[in-house]
């Protein structure tokens, strides 16, 4: 009876942890990777309207790689739409400034400062692809010695990280900090 009991378990267990090592991506593919929960019981509500903005400051530690607080806006987005909440339903913002402003390089810019293309150009093509504001402080760019070309395309420009932030919030935006 012991080793049916230890049996079982085992195999309770194995199946979990093959479970939990699947990764999906139901939005915003390739990054911000989601493992299915197959025991939740509580979800967002699907009705809702769901109105983000992330500020993304840290200097970026390695160049060669995607930023990795922009991979976990990917997954919060990607967490949403899995939990069901509808694209309509779901508005996130992200407010890039100081040393994070390097992720929203043009290839040719980043190739400049680098010596390659800007690693985080496929996630930023994703986010403007499902609706995902990208903005960058003008007041980084300006200490950054930056001009509106150096920028990749569709991320806006905004006077400041505070002004875009705060403009945000007062459109009902929630801010979120990582």
């Known amino acids: 009876m012991k080793k049916y009991i230890i049996l079982?378990?085992?195999?309770i267990f194995s199946m979990l942890l093959s479970q939990a090592q699947e990764i999906v991506f139901p939005a915003i593919q390739?990054?911000?990777?989601?493992?299915?929960?197959p025991f939740e019981t509580e979800k967002p509500d699907a009705?809702?309207?769901?109105?983000?903005?992330?500020?993304?400051?840290?200097?970026?530690?390695?160049?060669n790689i995607?930023?990795?607080?922009?991979?976990?806006?990917?997954?919060?987005y990607n967490l949403h739409r899995y939990a069901g909440i509808?694209?309509?339903?779901i508005e996130i913002a992200i407010v890039i400034y100081s040393g994070s402003t390097s992720a929203v390089l043009t290839n040719l810019?980043?190739?400049?400062?680098?010596s390659q293309e800007n690693p985080n150009g496929a996630l930023l093509d994703e986010f403007l692809r499902n609706g995902i504001q990208v903005f960058v402080c003008g007041q980084s760019m300006m200490k950054q010695n930056l001009v509106p070309a150096d920028i990749y395309p569709g991320v806006r420009l905004a006077m400041s990280r505070f002004t875009a932030t705060t403009d945000l919030i007062e459109k009902g935006y929630r801010l979120i900090v990582l």
């Open 8 to 11: 079982t378990c085992l195999i």
């Open 30 to 37: 390739g990054y911000g990777g989601v493992i299915p929960v």
């Open 47 to 63: 009705t809702k309207q769901y109105k983000f903005v992330i500020e993304i400051g840290n200097r970026l530690k390695d160049k």
């Open 66 to 76: 995607v930023a990795d607080n922009l991979d976990y806006v990917a997954r919060m």
């Open 86 to 89: 509808q694209k309509e339903n």
């Open 109 to 114: 810019t980043y190739d400049k400062r680098f």
